[in-house]
């Protein structure tokens, strides 16, 4: 069965850092591309980065570019999103998801990220 | 960025069909591939794929769920609704970076 679990998430204040990691099992994760989704309260999904299959290559939305920093230990089948500079706006459910031209496969349950002083 | 562009709220009646559009601000297909995903995410819960690349049913999702469409636009059929399918649902395209959603269709019982 397919496993993906985040955590890390919690309450930060604006300008902090935070770490988040996803822990896979199930399937073999080197296989897949990979991506962290958020979701804002009572807001709609926003993709945010994607990693290549050996963390060669990574993709970032404009406004968490420079700030945010997607990798990935194939060795240990796990998945980090490393948030620094956090803004209100960063304030989400943060998804761990397999990324591919076949849509994001599988989700872990989200990890909430509140930003707020 | 491709936008997608989908109504907020359909409301429907239990047993009859629900259609769900959206719309690209650009196409989204190559060489009649069409790189357009379909999830249901209801309240709590995190998003689950129903359809991808338009047409296809990903694993374990009922029959009564399809997906059609091409280029720009793309159609999520639920034939008949239950009231297990009442949910949110989104379109997204990995047509190119970013990866990007619509916002999202709230389907709701007339």
């Known amino acids: 069965e397919v496993q993906l679990v985040e955590s890390g998430g919690g309450l930060v204040q604006p300008g902090r850092s935070l770490k988040l990691s996803c822990a896979a099992s199930?399937?073999?994760?080197?296989?897949?591309?990979m991506a962290w989704v958020r979701q804002a309260p009572t807001k709609g999904l926003e993709w945010v980065a994607s990693?290549?299959?050996?963390?060669?290559?990574?993709y970032y939305r404009d406004s968490v570019k420079g700030r945010f920093t997607i990798s990935r230990d194939n060795a240990k089948s796990s998945l980090y999103l490393q948030m620094d500079s956090l803004r209100s706006e960063d304030t989400a459910t943060y998804y761990c998801?397999?990324?591919?031209?076949?849509?994001?496969?599988?989700w872990g349950q989200g990890t909430l990220v509140t930003v707020s002083s | 960025d491709i936008v997608l562009t989908q109504s907020p709220v359909l409301a429907v009646s239990l047993g009859q069909r629900a259609t769900i559009s959206c719309r690209a601000s650009q196409s989204v297909s190559i060489s009649s591939i069409n790189l357009m995903h379909w999830y249901q995410q209801k309240p709590g819960q995190q998003p689950k794929l129903l359809i991808y690349?338009?047409?296809n049913l990903a694993s374990g999702i009922p029959a009564r769920f399809s997906g059609s469409g091409s280029g720009t636009d793309f159609t999520l059929t639920i034939d008949p609704v239950q009231a297990d399918d009442i949910a949110a649902y989104y379109c997204q395209q990995s047509r190119e970076s970013p990866r990007t959603f619509g916002g999202g269709t709230k389907l709701e019982l007339k």
């Open positions: 990693i290549s299959y050996d963390g060669g290559s990574t």
């Open positions: 199930g399937f073999t994760f080197s296989d897949y591309y």
């Open positions: 998801t397999t990324d591919g031209r076949y849509g994001f496969a599988y």
């Open positions: 690349r338009a047409s």
